[in-house]
């Protein structure tokens, strides 16, 4: 094997090394906030600074491959989507650690309402993550496609944890139950964002497969 076909190995290897790590920052930010436990965030802030070594060592590699290969076509395509990747996979580990500090100040105080959409939202966006990854991972155009509709479903559970919050707050006038609704639906905005992340994922594996920008606005048939 050419010395360039292991190095685009070793930059796909780590991408998904590192989506693992995020998503094992999701699940344990959610599980902190429904077990109400605060000693899960030194293993959440403790995998965020692998997430951002990462990141960096990714970076370096994808200019390294396209200063010293001057790849063109599939290949190039593949490093530029890699770069973009490496910084949402980043930017849902920043949200992950949001949803944390939140996190940490809404178990000081009791549950606000029994936590069933949030941790749904959750499990959706997590899969979510595993997906467009395996879609990067095997080039799989078809189950990208399938993450990008997935989209819909988190916002429509957003807009409904967002509408049942907005009525704790509007018929409260005690100051502590205004906080925690917005700290949760601050919660469910990062979910959202994660998700929206793992759809930039997907439009680039589609980038990558088929030189096609499905960006603005997102069209494929």
Known sequence: MRHFDMEMNDLQTRLV???????????????QLVLRDPKL?????????????????????????????????????FITSAMRINSDLER??????????????????????????????????????????RAFNTSDVKLAKAVLEKDDEVDDLK???FTDLKKYMTKSSDPDTIQRAID??????????IGDHSTNICEDVIFMVHGKDVRHPRRFK
């Open 17 to 31: 090394d590192m989506a693992e790590l995020v998503k094992q920052m999701i699940k344990a930010t959610i599980d």
């Open 41 to 77: 965030s030194d293993r959440i802030f403790g995998l965020e600074k692998e997430v951002n070594i990462q990141e960096i060592v990714i970076d370096d590699k994808c200019l390294k491959l396209i200063a010293l290969n001057q790849p063109v076509g599939t290949d190039l395509r």
């Open 92 to 133: 849902m580990g920043d949200e992950a650690v949001n949803i944390s500090e939140i996190s940490l100040d809404l178990i000081k105080y009791p549950d606000l309402k029994p936590l069933i959409d949030i941790p749904k939202m959750a499990d959706i966006v997590k899969q979510m993550v595993e997906d467009s990854i």
């Open 159 to 161: 807009d409904r944890i």
């Open 184 to 193: 949760l639906i601050q919660v469910a905005r990062s979910l959202e964002r």
